[in-house]
């Protein structure tokens, strides 16, 4: 039986099996063509889907299944989930039997935990679990959720940004806003509009704000389209202007966060100041985002080592610990 951790993010989905490590990081995107077809049919999911943002000619559409973390579309997620398996485990008797952890937002509704479980099962997925992603990506971390220490920890994917403190099998206190790096992407996007005049595409801003988050260089070189005269053209943007830019929205995110402080009963506290806040996520790369939660918490941070795939680690972890999928899980 193949055991699996799914991470199925609203930018990138990430899965682990038990026993190879990670097996598959990529966009979520699926390709699809439309028309008048009775079905739309799969063309391509996850990298080789994202190439064609922006790109995709008539008749082709490239979809997003889920959006702030959560399945909006039972159908289509359905479809990418059943098309994963088959890039995960391409031969049917191979599909036959998986069990998985598929991590959700902590601030995910019954009805959304329910809406994934069975695209999970009608994609083929004999035996599907839910578990809070901040709680697998804190065991991928090393954390162990069932100890007596209570524990912080800061989700920023795509579509939501999260904060949760926990002990001991259960969630003390939690917060959470559909703002994260998606409204940073956004935000790239409407700057090179308006002050370099800049047309980019999704992947262009997205590689931008990705890159001003890691670059050592003092600029980043942007291709886009002229607004004026509509030819390609190359901007040169510093990389201190792209941080300004993404600076309010990761302020607001982190004022939203830090109001979680206020819910934490005081016995708590010297076990969350003792250990730090662990960081993990995309949207945690974002230049200054660590220092800026420092400020608001009044904690010290600590970045994952693997903020990127962490989620999906800890999900595939958790399979071999009953008593946790147990206390923290939801089949």
């Known amino acids: ?12 989905t990430v899965v ?27 063309l391509a999911v996850g990298r080789n ?27 289509t997620a359905r479809v990418y989930l059943r098309a994963l398996l088959r890039r995960i485990a391409p031969r049917p008797w191979h599909r036959s039997r998986i069990r998985a952890v598929i991590g959700v937002p ?28 901040s709680i697998a990506g804190a065991v991928g971390c090393g954390i162990d959720p069932l100890e007596r220490r209570v524990h912080m920890v800061v989700d920023v994917g795509g579509g939501t940004a999260e904060v949760t ?5 259960g969630i003390i206190a939690h917060r959470s806003c559909r703002v994260a ?5 956004l935000a790239v996007y409407h700057h090179l509009r308006e002050h370099h005049q800049l047309l980019t595409g999704e992947l ?20 886009g389209r002229d607004a004026a005269t509509g030819r390609p053209r190359l901007a040169t943007v510093p990389v201190a202007e792209i941080t300004e830019v993404l600076r309010p929205v990761t302020e607001a995110i982190i004022q939203t966060l830090a109001a979680c402080l206020d819910d934490l009963p005081p016995q708590a506290v010297g076990d969350v100041l003792a250990d ?51 206390a923290y899980g939801r089949a």
Do not use: Y
């Not at 559409?61 to 973390?69: E, F, Q």
């Not at 902590?106 to 992603?133: F, M, N, P, Y």
């Not at 993990?280 to 200054?288: D, E, M």
């Open 1 to 12: 039986m193949a055991e699996l951790g799914i991470d199925l993010g609203t930018a990138n």
């Open 16 to 42: 682990c099996d038990v026993t190879q490590g990670i097996v598959l990081d990529e966009p979520t995107v699926m390709l699809l063509r439309t028309g008048a077809v009775r079905r739309p049919r799969v």
């Open 49 to 75: 889907a994202s190439d064609m943002v922006g790109r995709a000619p008539v008749g082709i559409a490239a979809v997003r299944p889920l959006h702030d973390g959560v399945i909006t579309d039972l159908e």
């Open 106 to 133: 902590v601030g995910a509704t019954a009805l959304e935990r329910r809406a994934l479980l069975e695209a999970a099962d009608e994609a083929g997925i004999s035996r599907a679990t839910s578990l809070d992603e």
């Open 165 to 169: 403190a926990f002990c001991f099998g």
């Open 181 to 185: 790096g998606d409204e940073m992407t």
């Open 204 to 223: 262009d801003a997205e590689a931008v704000k990705v890159r001003a988050g890691v670059e050592e260089e003092p600029s980043v070189v942007v291709q």
């Open 276 to 326: 730090g806040v662990l960081v993990f996520g995309g949207g945690s790369l974002a230049r200054g985002f660590d220092q800026g939660l420092e400020r608001a918490f009044g904690f010290p941070i600590k970045l994952a080592e693997q903020p990127l795939t962490c989620v999906a680690e800890g999900a595939a972890g958790s399979l071999r610990n009953p008593v946790l999928l147990d």
